[in-house]
């Protein structure tokens, strides 16, 4: 693996092992969409849209392996 492959997949692993925001209508951005936090504890999930505008729901776990951040 090259020097630089392996700092990408550092960066990416130290990405996505940050925790999530867990206030409620806390916004994050993944694959260039900003992503909500709605709900309670027990079942809050994360709603945007997807490129057609079609929505789209994700738990922490599912966010968390797609990638997120807190800026676009």
Excluded: I, K
């Excluded at 867990?22 to 992503?35: E, K, N, Q």
């Amino acid at each position: 693996m090259s020097v630089m492959a392996e700092a990408t997949s550092q960066s990416e692993a130290n990405r996505n092992s940050r925790p999530l925001p867990t206030a409620p209508c806390s916004v994050v951005w993944s694959g260039g969409h900003a992503y909500v936090l709605e709900g309670s504890h027990g079942r809050a999930r994360w709603v945007g849209v997807d490129d057609r505008g079609r929505p789209r729901f994700f738990t922490g776990d599912e966010l968390q392996l797609r990638g997120w951040s807190r800026s676009r």
